[in-house]
């Protein structure tokens, strides 16, 4: 599920990632373990994926 992402910063328990074509960046909350489900969807539609890509991914791995 590559998507071009490239790391931009960590700022206060948030990974910071963008990519060329994205409207927003995504972020990545590391100081909430689980990471809430809103979240997870929200930056599976910034970059323009599934739910479903995301567990056939999470499968390969």
């Not at 960590?10 to 809103?38: N, R």
């Amino acid at each position: 599920m590559h998507c071009g992402l490239n790391y931009i910063r960590t700022s206060g328990g948030h990974e910071i990632w963008s990519a060329k074509g994205l409207t927003s960046p995504v972020v990545l909350q590391t100081h909430i373990d689980p990471v809430p489900e809103f979240i997870i969807k929200n930056n599976l539609r910034t970059i323009g994926k599934t739910e479903e890509d995301l567990l056939t991914f999470l499968k390969t791995k």
